[in-house]
Structures are given as structure tokens and as C-alpha cells.
């Protein structure tokens, strides 16, 4: 039985380096005759009345631009349209909050906004938010489920850093923060969890792949399948959802040792994620030819920081991809 999330903010979200967190709506205050709200109509709906818009004006058509250069833009929604409206506060030179509706990536807390085009993700430099709001009826609107696929971009940095370290040097500190984080989220897991705390996860992890000064702690061979995945799909899906089903592939092509996939299971198995199967998304017929294409992909999208960069690894682990994408962790 998963846990009940609790939105209650008994613990204070403090501000990191780079990211300020403000604890609720109220500490965002009335939207005055500058601001623009970004949202969707589904999502604007569901959390409109917690709001205090007063001359803002509110935009929920992602086609549609804000009738005038806004001041600030405050975005209200989850991972393609906090993206969006990165792009259009950069392009306006105005200041960005983002109040998520949901924890199920960490779009809300980063510096760039991601793209899909032609296949892949292109990724856009628009600078942190100037404040995120975790307000805890804004996120229990949102199905608990929701908020745990954000499990899927925290649990990524086991495997984005085993990519790493079979290429580069990682400095003992980095190694040693990422190690930290990741037990931090399989504790978070495992025990019953609170959203503030899972929002303070996310700053923290968006932080350290700050701190790196490139983009390989916050994807690896996880993110570039789930690319290829995507395409393969009738139907979008969590982002966070791929990622859990294919951190199994990663653990067969990384050499993970058992007890440490066990950990991760056990703790996805504590919290009512998982397991996640990669059948219940895609025929692994179909998944192995996907595996067998990925070199080819990673390599014409200049995409290095993966054992797939390896062709031969895959061949002699495939059989054992193939047996994780259909069990699961």
C-alpha cells in the first residue's frame, strides 16, 4: 500500500544558493497590473481560487502571448509548461516564478527550459526562477502519484554518474554529494514522505548539476533511451514513469551491483511507485530493437556521457537489459 503524502509545510523550506523556495502562495502576494500568469486551462481551473490575480493577466492558451510585456511571469503548472514559460521570460527580459502543481520533475527549480524536437531534447540556458512557491493546497490537488514519478529525475543521478565515471574523472566531492542525495531520496522513499521535503530534494539535486558545470548529472543512458521511448509511444507519459521503468536497463548495462538494485527496489516498493515495468509501456520485442538503435542515436545527437557510447557493452548485456525492462525494480 503506497503512503499517504502529506502537503503539510511543518518544516521550513529553505533557500539554497541559487534557488529561493517560498512557502506558499501567500509569501508570493497579490499579482499585480504586470504580472502574466502562465497556466493551462485544466490546471488553472483546478487551483484558480487559491490565487489572488487582482490586474494580472492570466494566459492558458500556450499559443496565445501575453498582450503585454510582462513584469513578471508567474507559471502555474508542471514540466512542459514551467519550460514554456521559462522561454517566454527570458525572451521578455522579466523575472520568472514558477508555482508547481505537481513535484513529478525538477523543471520547476532549473535553469533551462527543454525542447523536443526532431527526436531529442534541446536545451535552452533562461536562468533560475526568481522564487519557487510550494504551496501545500496547489500540490494536493494534484493525485499523490503525481508528485512520486519525481522520483524518476532524483534516482537518475545513480545512473548519470555511473555513465560519468566510465569515461571521466568525477572529484571526490561531487561523487561523494551525489552519493549523498541519491540515499537521501531512497530514505525520503522508504519512510513516509512529505512533499516539502521532496521539494527541497529537487532544488538540492538541480544544485548539484549546477555546481558541475555541465549537463551529465542531470541525464544519462536513463534520459537518452527514454528520448528514443518517447517516440514509440501513442500517448505521452510521466517523464518521471520512463525513467523509473528504464533505471532497471541501466542497472543491467552498468554492472549495478544486486544489493544496490534491491535497495532501490525496496524503497520504490515502500512508497507504492513501483515496480515499474518497461512491458507494461513498450513489447520488448520492440524495446530490444530500440537498444540495439541507441548507439547510433546517442552518437549522431553528440550524446557521450552513457555506456551506450559502447556498442559492444550493450550486445554482451542485452539479454539482461531485456530481462530488467520486463521485471522492473
Known amino acids: 500500500m503506497s503512503h499517504q503524502i502529506t502537503s503539510s509545510l511543518s518544516h521550513r523550506i529553505t533557500s539554497s544558493h541559487r534557488i529561493t523556495v517560498l512557502d506558499g502562495l501567500p509569501a508570493l ?47 502555474v503548472g508542471t514540466g512542459r509548461l ?27 527549480f532549473s535553469s533551462v527550459s527543454a525542447h523536443r524536437a526532431n527526436g531529442h531534447v534541446e536545451y535552452r540556458e533562461t536562468g533560475f526562477p526568481s522564487a519557487v512557491v510550494v504551496d501545500p493546497a ?92 518517447e517516440r514509440e509511444l501513442d500517448t505521452p507519459h510521466w ?23 534491491a535497495e532501490f527496489s525496496g524503497a520504490l516498493a515502500a512508497c507504492g511507485v513501483g515496480p515499474v515495468r518497461g512491458r507494461d509501456l513498450l513489447a520488448t520485442g520492440r524495446f530490444r530493437e530500440l537498444l540495439l538503435q541507441a548507439h547510433g542515436f546517442c552518437e549522431s545527437h553528440g550524446y557521450d556521457n552513457t555506456v551506450l557510447a559502447a556498442p559492444r557493452r550493450t550486445g554482451e548485456r542485452l539479454d539482461a537489459a531485456l530481462a530488467a525492462w520486463e521485471e522492473g525494480l
Open 138 to 229: 496547489v500540490l494536493a490537488a494534484a493525485p499523490p502519484a503525481w508528485h512520486l514519478w519525481g522520483l524518476g529525475d532524483l534516482l537518475s543521478v545513480e545512473s548519470a554518474l555511473r555513465d560519468r565515471l566510465h569515461h571521466h574523472r568525477v572529484p571526490a566531492g561531487v561523487r561523494a554529494a551525489a552519493a549523498e542525495l541519491v540515499q537521501d531520496v531512497l530514505a525520503w522513499a522508504a519512510a513516509p514522505p512529505d512533499l516539502p521535503a521532496l521539494a527541497r530534494l529537487l532544488a538540492r539535486k538541480v544544485e548539484l548539476g549546477h555546481g558541475t558545470g555541465g549537463a551529465w548529472l542531470e541525464e544519462g543512458t536513463e534520459h537518452y533511451l527514454g528520448y528514443l521511448l
Open 239 to 261: 517523464h518521471g514513469r520512463l525513467l523509473l521503468a528504464l533505471l532497471p536497463v541501466c542497472a543491467a548495462l552498468q554492472d549495478w551491483p544486486a544489493e544496490r538494485s
Open 82 to 108: 514551467l519550460d514554456h514559460a521559462k522561454a517566454v521570460a527570458a525572451d521578455a527580459g522579466s523575472a520568472l516564478v514558477t508555482v508547481p502543481t505537481a513535484l513529478s520533475t525538477d523543471a520547476a
Open 29 to 75: 502576494g497579490p499579482l499585480g497590473g504586470t504580472d502574466v500568469v502562465l497556466s493551462s486551462p485544466r490546471t488553472w481551473q483546478a487551483v484558480r481560487h487559491g490565487f489572488d490575480t487582482g490586474a494580472a493577466e492570466v494566459v492558458t492558451d500556450r499559443q496565445q502571448r501575453p498582450a503585454r510585456g510582462p513584469g513578471r511571469v508567474v507559471a
